[in-house]
């Protein structure tokens, strides 16, 4: 995934900045390379500061969204700029474990996979207090992967593999 935005500073500059995800995350600011590393083991979360001519530059990216606050506003959407780490209540990180590594644990990769997708939703309801929301994707992700698990022991069964 590459995303590429830019800006003018307060000298009338023109600045150019590039976020480049894949085999290792990557921010580039007019073609200064900066290797910049998740916060989470589940999910991409990043929030990343740096200075230009006076300017604070944040790269901000939650799962596969990636924006730029520039002096604390969002380039992309034009919102304030709210840090992840610090405004996401510790339950929430304790749901986004639950639900990859018992969601590998219940039925597997496909699991696991759900699991990290959803996990961006709680960051996300956190982000925007609602509690309610987090809640309630979790119990969901939680009904889905069961269903999976159903669904897969099933199927399994039917062809013989457990017998």
Same mark, same amino acid.
């Given at each position: 995934?590459?995303?590429?935005?830019?800006?003018?500073?307060?000298?009338?500059?023109?600045?150019?900045?590039?976020?480049?995800?894949?085999?290792?995350?990557?921010?580039?600011?007019?073609?200064?390379?900066?290797?910049?590393?998740?916060?989470?083991?589940?999910?991409?979360?990043?929030?990343?500061?740096?200075? &230009?001519?006076?300017?604070?530059?944040?790269?901000?990216?939650?799962?596969?969204?990636?924006?730029?606050?520039?002096?604390?506003?969002?380039?992309?959407?034009?919102?304030?700029?709210?840090?992840?780490?610090?405004?996401?209540?510790?339950?929430?990180?304790?749901?986004?474990? &639950?639900?990859?590594?018992?969601?590998?644990?219940?039925?597997?990769? &496909?699991?696991?996979?759900?699991? &990290?997708?959803?996990?961006?939703?709680?960051?996300?309801?956190?982000?925007?207090?609602?509690?309610?929301?987090?809640?309630?994707?979790?119990?969901?992700?939680?009904?889905?992967?069961?269903?999976?698990?159903?669904?897969?022991?099933?199927?399994?069964?039917?062809?013989?593999?457990?017998?």
């Amino acid at each position: 995934m590459k995303k590429t935005w830019s800006f003018t500073d307060m000298n009338g500059a023109e600045h150019s900045i590039v976020y480049k995800n894949g085999f290792g995350n990557k921010l580039i600011v007019d073609g200064t390379v900066y290797k910049v590393k998740s916060q989470n083991w589940f999910i991409n979360v990043l929030d990343y500061s740096i200075q &230009i001519a006076g300017t604070d530059i944040r790269l901000v990216v939650l799962g596969n969204k990636a924006d730029v606050a520039i002096n604390g506003v969002y380039i992309g959407s034009g919102e304030k700029y709210v840090p992840i780490q610090a405004n996401t209540p510790a339950y929430v990180w304790v749901l986004v474990g &639950i639900s990859t590594i018992g969601g590998y644990f219940v039925s597997g990769l &496909i699991s696991l996979l759900i699991g &990290i997708t959803m996990s961006t939703l709680y960051v996300k309801h956190a982000l925007n207090k609602k509690t309610g929301a987090v809640i309630g994707c979790f119990i969901g992700c939680t009904i889905i992967q069961i269903v999976l698990l159903f669904v897969l022991s099933g199927v399994l069964g039917a062809v013989g593999y457990y017998g």
